[in-house]
T-cell receptor, first 111, second 114 residues
Framework: SQQGEEDPQALSIQEGENATMNCSYK?????LQWYRQNSGRGLVHLIL?????REKHSGRLRVTLDTSKKSSSLLITASRAADTASYFC???????????FGKGTSLLVTP | DAGVIQSPRHEVTEMGQEVTLRCKPI?????LFWYRQTMMRGLELLIY????????DSGMPEDRFSAKMPNASFSTLKIQPSEPRDSAVYFC????????????FGPGTRLTVL
């Protein structure tokens, strides 16, 4: 089942601008992850944020988590054409092993 | 580390044929996942193995689908007989824990059933 829902479905920006993607989920979680998928490739893990964390940084990526609103955001600062990809949030499930992936946000960064 | 390896990368077959997809997880990882990705349904978990044992196959769509993991370094996903609606990208992923931490994905197999 898909718990995470990304918003927007598609986002188009110019190089240098910031890109913000949001993820909402329905049930309580232990952690939330963001993955990137380039066209024709597998998913690549970007960052994991645990339920007791509110913000996490990795390079140009900034992830926030608001467990009271059951939402997370992924901010990519100073975007580059190479950031063009689909971005997925994934939440852990009650099973204790499975991840629930959303349908992703398709990001296009134009030079 | 070579990462998760999948073969073939592309498979085109005719309806009714048997299809076998292969996966080599990252060495030392004890969890393995098979996913299917389509535009309509997104990424769906088909089956999860832990220490080579199938733990959850509730995502396997029909009896036409079967998966095995004979050892820690190899898994197969078989579709017999294949149907056009099975056309999708199939991913294998592995993890060093139960899977709710980071999963490492292979490049996928794009399956087209004519």
């Amino acid at each position: 089942s898909q718990q995470g829902e990304e918003d927007p479905q598609a986002l188009s920006i110019q190089e240098g601008e910031n890109a913000t993607m949001n993820c909402s989920y329905k049930t309580s979680i232990n952690n939330l992850q963001w993955y990137r998928q380039n066209s024709g490739r597998g998913l690549v893990h970007l960052i994991l944020i645990r339920s007791n964390e509110r913000e996490k940084h990795s390079g140009r990526l900034r992830v926030t988590l608001d467990t009271s609103k059951k939402s997370s955001s992924l901010l990519i600062t100073a975007s580059r054409a190479a950031d063009t990809a689909s971005y997925f949030c994934a939440t852990d499930s009650n099973s204790g092993y499975a991840l629930n992936f959303g349908k992703g946000t398709s990001l296009l960064v134009t030079p | 580390d070579a990462g998760v390896i999948q073969s073939p990368r592309h498979e085109v077959t005719e309806m009714g044929q048997e299809v076998t997809l292969r996966c080599k997880p990252i060495s030392g990882h004890n969890s393995l996942f098979w996913y299917r990705q389509t535009m309509m349904r997104g990424l769906e978990l088909l089956i999860y193995f832990n220490n080579n044992v199938p733990i959850d196959d509730s995502g396997m769509p029909e009896d036409r689908f079967s998966a095995k993991m004979p050892n820690a370094s190899f898994s197969t996903l078989k579709i017999q007989p294949s149907e056009p609606r099975d056309s999708a990208v199939y991913f294998c992923a592995s993890s060093s824990s139960t899977g709710t931490d980071t999963q490492y994905f292979g490049p996928g197999t794009r399956l087209t059933v004519l």
